[in-house]
């Protein structure tokens, strides 16, 4: 049902895709499966079906701070979250699963992100981030959030999957945004940061960043106006 009322509602947007086979290529990476077994590379046919196109200059990556990353996004086309892409803004929010024995998609009763790591829903995000990471290029941002005090923990997707895939010979620089959300508690010069510079290959610029959450969403500053 819900498969239906999103094609009918959104696959003019996504003329170029095939939307009967993408759902079809969805489910064969979880239905039937052990919810608590169900790989990364369950997705990879997925992914193929529906690639993601690099958008040079434009993409957004984030830890921490979805809230006002999409606050920012939404507002204005200049940049372009994982959660702006056809497979991303479908399934952002929602909860999926199989049962071995059964040829059911389930909504409910499905483990939790942190229940068993191979789980459907953290598996997909897992490899659509290391998807979106790959076609990553030119000048790349990524919001981070300067009111905790690891903005770039190692344990995020960010960290442990997105960044160790950015490739020089596609991307020129990354720039990092360090949202302030209530109160500041790290700048620019916080270890965690310097960890993610050494993690960068050696032809990606780096450069850092700090802004208040005020000026990072409001509606009226024009791309790039408050950095
Ligand atoms: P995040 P990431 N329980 O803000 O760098 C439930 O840490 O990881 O940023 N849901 C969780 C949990 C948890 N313990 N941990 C993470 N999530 C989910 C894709 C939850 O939905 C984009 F391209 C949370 O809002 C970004 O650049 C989301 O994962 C990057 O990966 C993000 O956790 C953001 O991943």
Known sequence: MRRRLYQKQNC???????????????EQAYVG???????????????????????????????????????????????????????GSVLDGLTWCGKQGSSETFTAGCPGWTDCSNNPVRSFWNRASAAFADVACGDVTAMLNGSITTPFSPTSIFASIEVKRFNSTMMRSLNVVLVTQESTVTNCTNASLKDL?????????????????ECSSNPEKPCGACW
């Not at 947007?13 to 290529?25: G, H, N, P, Q």
């Not at 790989?39 to 690639?51: E, H, V």
């Not at 510079?197 to 780096?206: A, P």
Request: proline share 5%; net charge negative.
């Open 197 to 213: 510079q050494k993690e960068l290959d050696e032809g990606i610029k780096y450069n850092c960043k700090e802004v208040i959450q």
């Open 33 to 87: 499966q052990d919810p608590c077994n169900v790989s990364m590379g369950a997705y990879d046919p997925l992914i193929a079906a529906a690639p993601f196109r690099p958008a040079c200059n434009r993409m957004m990556f984030w830890s921490k701070t979805k809230e006002v990353v999409h606050d920012f996004t939404e507002k204005r086309d200049c940049f372009l979250t994982l959660e702006d892409t056809l497979l």
């Open 12 to 26: 003019h947007l996504f003329f170029r895709y095939d939307c009967e086979k993408i759902w079809s290529t969805f």
